[in-house]
């Protein structure tokens, strides 16, 4: 972690119990940072350099170019798509269902959650 040097000393913001802590040590180094530096360091954190974005760039593009070979055969959930697109009442509730089974951990939480929303569509 690295530290800003912002004009005021660590030891007003930091007491002695928390002065050993890093992560306390940062935001104290960084107590009313310029909003322009604070940036800085942040986009200069998050460079990932030319190799690492060649690679992502070449990934990237061989997925696409599978995604593009396979378009031709619509398969079972494209078709499903079409039948209930996101303009209709069922289209809505199937993105929220999908959104919410996301982060739910256990199976029968699940099984309750999808027959509770779609017992009540028209479908």
């Known amino acids: 972690m690295g530290t800003f040097s ?3 000393a660590r030891s007003q913001f930091v007491g002695p119990e928390t002065s050993e802590d890093p992560l306390r040590m940062m935001m104290a180094d960084s107590y009313r940072l310029e909003k322009t530096t604070a940036i ?3 986009l200069w954190r998050g460079q990932i350099g030319k190799a690492k ?6 990934r ?17 959930l494209d078709a499903f798509l079409g039948e209930y697109a996101l303009s209709s009442e069922e289209g809505v509730i199937l993105m929220c269902l999908t959104e919410v089974l996301l982060r739910i951990p256990d199976d029968d939480t699940r ?3 999808i027959r509770d ?3 009540n569509a028209g479908w």
Do not use: H, P, Q, W
């Open 40 to 42: 800085d360091a942040l």
């Open 6 to 8: 912002t004009g005021y």
């Open 60 to 76: 990237a593009r061989r997925l696409v170019v599978e995604a593009r070979k396979c378009s031709d055969n619509i398969g079972v």
């Open 53 to 58: 974005t060649t690679n992502i760039f070449r």
């Open 117 to 119: 929303k779609l017992e």
């Open 111 to 113: 099984d309750r959650m």
